[in-house]
């Protein structure tokens, strides 16, 4: 009975879960901060990391793929809920019966989705324009949701601070996202690096998720598959699990 009644309630808070994904989907995607934030920056990156230099494709491809993954994932959570703070929705939907961990699942999920639909597109120039074609697509099928969840995670705890207004949320995420690029190998492969680069960029989850493109594409890669597996892993249930504790403790300051 009590196994029964433990189901249902998972069940009852993932279709809670569902519906929020739905809800931000609908609502938050077309959104100009996101669409700013989350496709017109990789776009800018790439075009100045890429013109007027001879960057190999190799190097190129995963690092847009992977740049894209990273700032459209991670774009939708710092902007849903200050929104929903500021529109008074907030209260409402903590009012619901479905939980804060469904809900900030729910945002989760949403972030996952729009991350993995928008970075198709930077996959489609290197397979059209750079004749890249998917080596090991069931790698990169696990690579791409990885990365997804992992900076769709760290975008849901970048909007833990009781604030109505995106603009600190942003600032707050972009003092966090830059650091991330420039320290992960983006732009200077890891076996380039010296050794204090290579312990640096550890530190970044964007370092492993690039790696585990790279191999998917072109059968390269610095850290072994599984290590990339794991660490991606890692960091979305870190990130995650630190924005339900956040969102908890900043539940009061924000209603």
């Known amino acids: 009975m009590f196994k029964e009644q433990r189901f249902s309630n ?5 279709r809670g879960s569902l519906v929020v994904a739905e809800k931000d989907a ?3 995607y077309l959104k100009p901060p996101v669409i700013i934030f989350g496709i017109l920056f990789p776009v800018f990156f790439f075009l100045a990391f890429s013109l007027g230099r001879q960057v190999q494709t190799h190097i190129l491809v995963p690092a847009l793929v992977s740049m894209t993954l990273f700032f459209t994932s991670s774009s939708v959570g710092p902007l849903v809920t200050p929104w929903e703070r500021g529109a008074r929705t907030y209260e409402r939907l903590l009012s619901t019966p479905v939980s804060l961990f469904a809900i900030l699942l729910g945002d989760v999920l949403a972030g996952l989705v729009f991350g993995i639909v928008i970075s198709f597109a930077p996959l489609l120039i290197g397979i059209i324009f750079f004749h890249t074609s ?9 690579g791409m949701v990885l990365s997804s969840l992992c900076f769709s995670s760290l975008g849901v ?6 604030t109505e207004a995106p603009s600190q949320v942003m600032m707050l995420s972009a003092l966090i996202r830059f650091p991330l690029i420039f320290i992960s190998g983006i732009f200077i492969p890891l076996e380039n690096l010296p050794s204090w680069g290579k312990a640096v960029s550890s530190v970044s989850p964007l370092t492993y998720s690039a790696d585990l493109i790279r191999y998917s594409l072109y059968g390269l890669e610095f850290y072994p598959v599984f290590l990339n597996i794991i660490a991606l892993l890692a960091f979305s249930i870190a990130f995650f699990t630190f924005a339900v504790k956040l969102h908890r403790k900043n539940l ?4």
Do not use: D
Request: proline share 4%.
């Open 10 to 14: 998972f069940i009852f808070n993932l």
């Open 26 to 28: 609908r609502i938050y």
């Open 134 to 142: 998917i080596l090991h697509s069931a790698i990169f099928l696990v």
């Open 157 to 162: 705890l970048l909007s833990s601070p009781a």
């Open 252 to 255: 009061i300051k924000a209603l």
